[in-house]
């Protein structure tokens, strides 16, 4: 996956979540986050987006 041709560097899902790298986020936080938005019955564009940017964080932390 790239950005404007550039590949992802490791930093890029954190300053994506918007907190920095040294603050380490569990997984269980974002599963929580992504419950409640789950639960939501009108979903905006940008909650969908968020969304996605939680399952793609969900799966790089599992990994």
């Known amino acids: 996956m790239s950005f404007y ?4 560097q ?6 994506d979540l918007g907190i920095s790298q040294k603050k380490k ?3 269980s936080t974002i599963s929580k986050m992504l419950n409640t938005l789950k ?3 009108n979903k905006t564009t940008q ?4 969304e996605k ?8 932390k599992t990994k």
Request: hydrophobic share 40%.
């Open 5 to 8: 041709g550039q590949p992802i």
């Open 10 to 15: 490791k930093g890029a899902l954190h300053r």
């Open 25 to 27: 986020i569990p997984v």
């Open 39 to 41: 639960k939501k019955k």
């Open 47 to 50: 909650d969908v987006k968020e």
């Open 53 to 60: 940017r939680l399952i793609f964080a969900k799966n790089a």
